[in-house]
């Protein structure tokens, strides 16, 4: 038996690209969906790389996916602000760096 992990990812800009790209040669390794305030990015990038799930805001989207990690990809602003809503639900978190503005 072979267990997939189900990812999500947060940030439609270039950099997902290269993220998604590099999912996609993972085994056992399925995106479950796509999130980003410019809904529009989202769905391009769903649409390019086969995602079935597009959203607009993050919590909905580990709300109504369950994925089993989340992909940070999104502007540095918002990293510590993902994270903690991905720690909060118990979802495992491959962020982008810098994690943060600093260390405080």
Do not use: Y
Request: proline share 7%; aromatic share 4%; hydrophobic share 50%.
């Amino acid at each position: 038996m072979t267990n997939t992990l189900r990812v999500a990812i947060a940030g439609a800009g270039f950099a997902s690209g290269l993220h998604l790209a590099g999912w996609k040669r993972v085994p056992n390794v399925e995106v479950v969906a796509i999130c980003d305030p410019a809904i529009d990015k989202a769905e391009a990038r769903a649409r390019e790389f086969g995602v079935a799930s597009v959203f607009g805001d993050a919590e909905q989207m580990l709300e109504t996916t369950r994925p089993d990690a989340i992909d940070i990809v999104a502007p540095m602003d918002v990293h510590v602000p993902l994270c903690m809503l991905a720690a909060s639900k118990g979802v495992h978190i491959l962020c982008q760096k810098p994690l943060a503005p600093g260390v405080a």
